[in-house]
T-cell receptor
Framework: QKEVEQNSGPLSVPEGAIASLNCTYS??????FFWYRQYSGKSPELIMS????GDKEDGRFTAQLNKASQYVSLLIRDSHPSDSATYLC????????FGAGTTVTVRA | NAGVTQTPKFQVLKTGQSMTLQCAQD?????MYWYRQDPGMGLRLIYY???????DKGEVPNGYNVSRLNKREFSLRLESAAPSQTSVYFC??????????????FGQGTRLTVV
């Protein structure tokens, strides 16, 4: 089992809709969780970090963490075409592991 | 503040040639990482270093070696390049996980082609 798994996508949403991304992880003791955005040909950039159960909101982005179920999700509200990118879920234990990524396309 | 700096940005090698990818960070992070990214795939961990003086294998270490030269620098060496090593390579740094403020920061990437 991979340490971090994401719903593979791709995900296509209309402009203004909510994009929902999910991620599960295998190590029940994991404490640090992140969502990165990566535009084609660019480096990953951090958009959200979450360490405690519950929701964390930052602008149009909301990260949700459920340690009992070992999943972390990302909601993008009011999607813009500029949100079209690959979104990577990451878990930092003693090493930093990534999921395969979900490619999101926002249709104008 | 430069963050994480990788060199070179592009490289073409012939099969069997060797090269070293350089990475330096100025954020005083203890952990450093090397990943490769192939089309349509996520980031696969090659090697990581949790602290100065230590290195560990990741998911895809075969064909690579690393050196944690000091706290700032972490290099990746290909001793005998193969076409299967054609990829984009990213270096990253962070504090060790399990705490707050352990997000990783990435270099610009090195696009390597082996012919």
């Amino acid at each position: 089992q991979k340490e971090v798994e994401q719903n593979s996508g791709p995900l296509s949403v209309p402009e203004g809709a909510i994009a929902s991304l999910n991620c599960t992880y295998s190590d029940r003791g994991s404490q640090s969780f992140f969502w990165y955005r990566q535009y084609s040909g660019k480096s990953p950039e951090l958009i959200m970090s979450i360490y405690s159960n519950g929701d964390k909101e930052d602008g149009r982005f909301t990260a949700q963490l459920n340690k009992a179920s070992q999943y972390v999700s990302l909601l993008i509200r009011d999607s813009h075409p500029s949100d079209s990118a690959t979104y990577l879920c990451a878990v930092n234990d003693y090493k930093l592991s990534f999921g395969a990524g979900t490619t999101v396309t926002v249709r104008a | 503040n430069a963050g994480v700096t990788q060199t070179p940005k592009f490289q073409v090698l012939k099969t069997g040639q060797s090269m070293t990818l350089q990475c330096a960070q100025d954020m005083n992070h203890n952990s450093m990482y090397w990943y490769r990214q192939d089309p349509g795939m996520g980031l696969r961990l090659i090697y990581y270093s949790a602290s100065e003086g230590t290195t560990d294998k990741g998911e895809v270490p075969n064909g690579y070696n690393v050196s944690r030269l000091n706290k700032r620098e972490f290099s990746l060496r290909l001793e005998s390049a193969a076409p299967s090593q054609t990829s984009v390579y990213f270096c990253a740094s962070s504090e060790p996980g399990g705490h707050m403020n352990t997000e990783a920061f990435f270099g610009q990437g090195t696009r390597l082609t082996v012919v």
